[in-house]
């Protein structure tokens, strides 16, 4: 079974950068696109980034400019580093794997996730 497992969550303050990853456990598929989603307090689950099989990279408009995303050769670790961070970044931080198809598709399941395979999220503190 596909297991991701985030990591690099921490406290840090208003304007600071932070690199989270994800590894992936098990065999994703190669098919198989990744997402980094983010939860604030009281706040609805966010898609922020996410990378295809091809690598395309897509961004939230609120993250643009500020977050990158990147895999390493094998496509086992998911990184997203972090600039310029503000108050409203804190949260939980959760990385997920889906098989995707298209980068339309893909897109459209980072809006509106359903299924997939899901880490049990690292803790984001941004500090003013």
């Known amino acids: 079974q596909v297991r991701p497992v985030e990591s690099g969550g921490d406290s840090v303050q208003n304007g600071g950068s932070l690199t989270l990853s994800c590894r992936i456990f098990g065999s994703p598929e190669r098919s198989s696109c990744m997402a980094w989603f983010r939860q604030g307090p009281g706040k609805e689950r966010e898609g922020v980034a996410g990378i295809d099989t091809r690598r395309s990279q897509y961004y939230s408009d609120s993250v643009k400019g500020r977050f990158t995303i990147s895999q390493n050769d094998v496509k086992e670790t998911v990184y997203r580093e972090m600039n310029h961070l503000k108050p409203d970044a804190t949260g939980m931080y959760y990385c997920?794997?889906?098989?995707?198809?298209?980068?339309?598709?893909?897109?459209?399941?980072?809006?509106?996730?359903?299924?997939?395979?899901w880490g049990p999220g690292t803790q984001v503190t941004v500090s003013s």
């Open positions: 997920a794997v889906v098989a995707c198809t298209t980068y339309g598709s893909f897109v459209e399941w980072v809006s509106n996730p359903s299924g997939g395979n």
